[in-house]
């Protein structure tokens, strides 16, 4: 018989979930996790790791198609959706089946069910888990940590239907890429999405009802992407809303306000992509402390919900609703759970985003705005990729790297990119930030050559006169 009673136990196994048990495991912690469906969570099974695999896809096709741009051929360039969506599906079994060897490795239990809280009894944490056949299992922990993420918000008439509209998880799983589509929201997975669709050929029109797409970015980014989106085709409407949507046979119109106008497009298929809802329910937080605020479980910034030896983590709780950072918070969870000394609680502003998109963009930190809104006075740099060398020779001279500083201290305020392998570059600021670089650091490190990260360097020498290429 399994033993039922553990030192903590993990509600959920996202990236937040399954590493805060990692980390439980390493500290000598008994612990379990609860998990409903697939180890890993959305992330590795229907977000992060299979979106970056179709994304792949795309950017490999649009390369064939470019082909003779880096003086090679390819005749007949073509592509199966059904077999680009099965290596898709391949990726996330591994992955599922790495965290599988992780919980193993790391002897930790799994128990497969929806966990609840369920009272206390003796001190303990009573945790009920009931699995698919309806069969209740009772545990027991010193602490308890909801790790149970999100889900896509459903706007009210508009909802998914797995067929004409979807959300990310239909639009993981297309039986053919779509003639037209229209995508509901411009943040990064609409983006994503609005990006691979295109690859492929949809003629996709994107409609954000802010006044710019990828919002959350620099306003100097959100306006490159936005060229950078329309020079591919796409058809972007800002300022705008989706007021409804009519359901035919295998079309979807949909009716657009935007500037005191309507109007109306038909379309083969919907991306609903609208922002998230939090899983809060069925866990057994009536008559407890925690509090929910708008779908999101409120914490301290150890983690801690207000019920005793109840912490919350990831997507559950408040944004940015990013993987890595829910990892993070697990950690943080944990160690202040096991009275680790010398903790630093998450800084969001230290916390790097990233957009898959073609091109791709990634920030750190404080826009320009946000900075002048805090009272900063800025220094602000900015390099293009037209004058690195590798990002010609690679073919892609379309992009920027901005940077922002404190005027007065030379601390690295906030840096944003847009670009050929962003994602990859921005971790570099993120150190920076975190060990509160100022520009003497950043000038003085040097750079291999040739590569993209020299943007990195210019940037900064930019924001102070010094910029060399250009």
Same mark, same amino acid.
């Given at each position: 018989?399994?033993?039922?009673?553990?030192?903590?136990?993990?509600?959920?196994?996202? +990236?937040?979930?399954?590493?805060?048990?990692?980390?439980?495991?390493?500290?000598?912690?008994?612990?379990?996790?609860?998990?409903?469906?697939?180890?890993?969570?959305?992330? =590795?099974?229907?977000?992060?790791?299979?979106?970056? $695999?179709?994304?792949?896809?795309?950017?490999?096709?649009?390369?064939?198609?470019?082909?003779?741009?880096?003086?090679?051929?390819?005749?007949?360039?073509?592509?199966?959706?059904?077999?680009?969506?099965?290596?898709?599906?391949?990726?996330?079994?591994?992955?599922?089946?790495?965290?599988?060897?992780?919980?193993? %490795?790391?002897?930790?239990?799994?128990?497969?069910?929806?966990?609840?809280?369920?009272?206390?009894? &003796?001190?303990?944490?009573?945790? $009920?888990?009931?699995?698919?056949?309806?069969?209740?299992?009772?545990?027991?922990?010193?602490?308890?940590?909801?790790?149970?993420?999100?889900?896509?918000?459903?706007?009210?008439?508009?909802?998914?239907?797995?067929?004409?509209?979807?959300?990310?998880?239909?639009?993981?799983? +297309?039986?053919?890429?779509?003639?037209?589509?229209?995508?509901? /929201?411009?943040?990064?997975?609409?983006?994503?999405?609005?990006?691979?669709?295109?690859?492929?050929?949809?003629?996709?029109?994107?409609?954000?009802?802010?006044?710019?797409?990828?919002?959350?970015?620099?306003?100097? #980014?959100?306006?490159?992407?936005?060229?950078?989106?329309?020079?591919?085709?796409?058809?972007?409407?800002?300022?705008?809303?989706?007021?409804?949507?009519?359901?035919?046979?295998?079309?979807?119109?949909?009716?657009?306000?935007?500037?005191?106008?309507?109007?109306?497009?038909?379309?083969?298929?919907?991306?609903?992509?609208?922002?998230?809802?939090?899983?809060?329910? *069925?866990? /057994?937080?009536?008559?407890?402390?925690?509090?929910?605020?708008?779908?999101?479980?409120?914490?301290?910034?150890? &983690?801690?919900?207000?019920?005793?030896?109840?912490?919350?983590?990831?997507?559950?709780?408040?944004?940015?609703?990013?993987?890595?950072?829910?990892? *993070?918070?697990?950690?943080?969870?944990?160690?202040?759970?096991?009275?680790? %000394?010398?903790?630093?609680?998450?800084?969001?502003?230290?916390?790097?985003?990233?957009?898959?998109?073609?091109?791709?963009?990634?920030?750190?930190?404080?826009?320009?705005?946000?900075?002048?809104?805090?009272?900063?006075?800025?220094?602000?740099?900015?390099?293009?990729?037209?004058?690195?060398?590798?990002?010609? $020779?690679? /073919?892609?001279?379309?992009?920027?790297?901005?940077?922002?500083?404190?005027?007065?201290?030379?601390?690295?305020?906030?840096? *944003?990119?847009?670009?050929?392998?962003?994602?990859?570059?921005?971790?570099?600021?993120?150190?920076?930030?975190?060990?509160?670089?100022?520009?003497?650091? =950043?000038?003085?490190?040097?750079? +291999? *050559?040739?590569?993209?990260?020299?943007?990195?360097?210019?940037?900064?020498?930019?924001?102070?006169?010094?910029? #060399?290429?250009?």
């Amino acid at each position: 018989m399994a033993d039922t009673s553990f030192d903590l136990i993990v509600i959920g196994t996202g +990236p937040g979930g399954y590493v805060a048990a990692i980390r439980a495991s390493q500290l000598g912690m008994k612990t379990a996790v609860v998990e409903r469906d697939h180890l890993g969570g959305i992330c =590795l099974n229907w977000g992060c790791i299979p979106t970056k $695999a179709l994304l792949r896809s795309a950017e490999v096709f649009h390369l064939m198609k470019h082909a003779d741009a880096y003086g090679l051929s390819a005749k007949e360039v073509g592509f199966d959706a059904k077999k680009v969506v099965e290596r898709s599906r391949k990726v996330a079994g591994q992955l599922n089946a790495g965290v599988k060897h992780l919980m193993r %490795k790391n002897k930790i239990t799994v128990f497969d069910g929806a966990g609840r809280l369920d009272g206390v009894a &003796g001190g303990l944490r009573k945790v $009920a888990v009931t699995d698919k056949d309806k069969k209740t299992t009772a545990l027991t922990a010193k602490n308890v940590i909801l790790a149970t993420g999100a889900r896509a918000r459903q706007l009210p008439g508009m909802e998914s239907d797995g067929k004409l509209v979807w959300t990310y998880k239909e639009a993981m799983v +297309p039986p053919q890429v779509p003639k037209s589509l229209l995508v509901i /929201g411009s943040g990064a997975i609409g983006i994503e999405f609005a990006s691979f669709f295109r690859t492929f050929g949809s003629e996709v029109t994107v409609v954000e009802v802010l006044d710019r797409v990828l919002p959350v970015e620099d306003e100097e #980014i959100s306006a490159f992407a936005r060229k950078a989106f329309e020079k591919q085709g796409m058809k972007i409407l800002t300022g705008a809303a989706v007021k409804s949507l009519k359901k035919a046979a295998d079309s979807v119109t949909a009716t657009i306000e935007s500037g005191g106008k309507t109007q109306e497009l038909t379309v083969e298929r919907v991306i609903s992509a609208v922002g998230i809802v939090g899983n809060v329910e *069925h866990l /057994g937080l009536e008559g407890t402390k925690v509090k929910v605020d708008r779908t999101h479980v409120v914490i301290d910034q150890w &983690g801690f919900t207000g019920e005793p030896n109840v912490y919350a983590i990831g997507d559950l709780c408040g944004p940015p609703w990013l993987a890595h950072k829910a990892s *993070h918070e697990g950690v943080i969870a944990v160690e202040r759970i096991a009275g680790l %000394k010398g903790l630093h609680p998450l800084d969001v502003t230290k916390v790097p985003g990233c957009t898959y998109c073609q091109p791709q963009v990634a920030s750190v930190g404080f826009t320009e705005k946000a900075a002048k809104d805090k009272g900063y006075q800025v220094k602000v740099g900015r390099f293009p990729f037209i004058g690195n060398g590798k990002a010609i $020779a690679l /073919g892609e001279a379309d992009g920027m790297v901005k940077t922002v500083f404190d005027a007065k201290t030379g601390e690295l305020l906030g840096a *944003h990119m847009i670009g050929a392998e962003v994602t990859e570059l921005i971790q570099g600021y993120t150190i920076a930030r975190t060990a509160e670089s100022t520009e003497a650091e =950043l000038m003085h490190t040097v750079f +291999p *050559h040739p590569t993209l990260s020299e943007m990195m360097h210019e940037a900064v020498l930019a924001a102070y006169g010094r910029v #060399i290429h250009i």
